[in-house]
């Protein structure tokens, strides 16, 4: 079983930053890819990055720049930095693990609210 624990969101203004993280446990972490999606008000859920276990890492294109992901394999912890938040960035955004192929049930943490306003 994996536990996910999303934190680090929050009300933030235009133009500033915030980092995201999920702390995590589950034997199967190690070898997982890990990543964060993001789902605003009325939209469906969408990929912002991904890393995988040996730290590959993937970005949705219009993420790319302003999106950072990193992950701390001692802690079991990704990171998401994000920089130059814009209004649109306002989403839940959430955590997940994604042991596949070795095992076929992906996880999917709680999510946490980042909402950008002046």
């Known amino acids: 079983q994996v536990q996910l624990v999303e934190s680090g969101g929050g009300l933030v203004q235009p133009g500033g930053s915030l980092r995201l993280s999920c702390a995590t446990s589950?034997?199967?972490?190690?070898?997982?890819?890990m990543g964060w999606y993001r789902q605003a008000p009325g939209k469906q859920r969408e990929l912002v990055a991904t890393?995988?276990?040996?730290?590959?890492?993937n970005y949705a294109d219009s993420m790319k720049g302003r999106f950072t992901i990193s992950r701390d394999y001692a802690k079991n912890t990704v990171y998401l930095q994000v920089n130059t938040l814009k209004p649109e960035d306002t989403a839940v955004y959430y955590c997940?693990?994604?042991?596949?192929?070795?095992?076929?049930?992906?996880?999917w943490g709680q999510g946490t609210q980042v909402t950008v306003s002046s």
């Open positions: 997940n693990v994604d042991p596949r192929p070795y095992h076929s049930v992906t996880y």
């Open positions: 589950g034997s199967i972490v190690s070898i997982s890819a």
């Open positions: 890393i995988t276990s040996d730290g590959r890492t």
